[in-house]
Nanobody, 122 residues
């Protein structure tokens, strides 16, 4: 299974980006999907997650109210709409898939994408 993240780029503070993460196979049935990010010199941190049905979503406090996660299971794709971006959102964003309920714990995730760079200028 491969996860392909896309949609990153350079944006000014206050702007928006939409990240996508497409899965290569349908074997992700029943898997939760998550987004994490890693800034230079920092550990990878949880951003957002969504359960298999799409009925439950989870966000870190730092992005709550600004980011929205969604998924289209027919397309095996998960999205992260990022609004009101701040310079502190600058990081490489990784998508992931896993089974479990510890959505903010990166150890729950079995599959990871390659990452997409998001840079927010002030």
């Amino acid at each position: 299974v491969q996860l392909q993240a896309s949609g990153g780029g350079l944006v000014q503070a206050g702007g928006s980006l939409r990240l996508s993460c497409a899965a290569s196979a349908r074997t992700l049935s029943g898997y939760a999907r998550g987004w994490f990010r890693q800034a230079p010199g920092k550990e990878r941190e949880f951003v957002s997650a969504i359960d298999w049905s799409g009925g439950r979503t989870y966000y870190s406090d730092s992005v709550k109210g600004r980011f929205t996660i969604s998924r289209d299971n027919a397309k095996n794709t998960v999205y992260l709409q990022m609004n009101s971006l701040k310079p502190e959102d600058t990081a490489v964003y990784y998508c992931a898939a896993g089974r479990g309920v510890d959505y903010s714990d990166l150890r729950m995730y079995n599959y990871w994408g390659q990452g997409t760079q998001v840079t927010v200028s002030s």
